[in-house]
């Protein structure tokens, strides 16, 4: 073997240079790295050129190729993506009270409001079906019927859903009249109640103010 073999750190693959001169050239153009191994003729391993004797000296001139430096123009986004996150938390918490006040219907009191006469139960008999919704104990009990007779359903939304539907088929009334006690949670008026409501497209739901025990 009269040529001299090179090879990249950690790569299988070999390079044959002529003589130690060209291996020496290819070193200081930048081919080779001092960590690269090369073999000269008569040699039986490969060591590092930076541990050669015919390179060593050579090796230590070469100046280490460049580090990646950091990219000066680079945004953080994570103090931009923080106060998205805060905006779109508010922004839910916003929408779903908005919801929840147009699902409910609650007029604003306002002095020429305070006057005006309240609709009684006789004048809406006829034409509306009624749920009832009260606390006994820890657990909600609905009513649903027509006035003069209700029924007592299971508070769940299938249960509710299903006797709406009855009453609607057998009645054909498709206006609601609530009547909920101030101690009910919101969410089982909301997840049960105005859910089955919208399920039996019920035209109008007239909500009167939650009542105490």
Request: net charge negative.
């Amino acid at each position: 073997m009269s040529a001299w073999q090179v090879r990249k750190e950690g790569a299988p693959e070999v390079y044959s240079l002529p003589s130690a001169a060209a291996v020496l050239a290819a070193l200081r153009d930048g081919n080779f790295v001092p960590a690269d191994e090369v073999r000269g003729p008569g040699e039986a391993d490969f060591q590092p050129l930076e541990q050669h004797p015919a390179f060593a000296d050579a090796a230590l001139d070469v100046e280490p190729p460049p580090g990646e430096t950091a990219d000066e123009t680079h945004l953080d986004m994570n103090p931009l993506i923080d106060v998205c996150l805060v905006l779109l938390i508010f922004f839910i918490l916003t929408i779903t009270y908005a919801s929840l006040e147009r699902a409910l219907e609650v007029p604003e009191d306002t002095p020429e409001d305070k006057g005006a006469p309240k609709m009684h139960i006789n004048e809406l008999k006829d034409r509306v079906f009624m749920v009832v919704v009260k606390m006994d104990g820890e657990k909600p009990v609905f009513k649903i019927g027509i006035p003069g007779s209700m029924k007592e359903v299971p508070a769940n939304k299938d249960a509710v859903f299903k006797e709406i539907e009855t009453i609607i088929n057998t009645t054909g009334r498709k206006e609601m009249l609530v009547d909920i006690d101030k101690d009910v949670p919101w969410g089982v008026e909301l997840e049960i109640l105005l859910d089955a409501a919208k399920g039996n497209k019920v035209h109008s739901i007239i909500n009167n103010q939650r009542r105490g025990r």
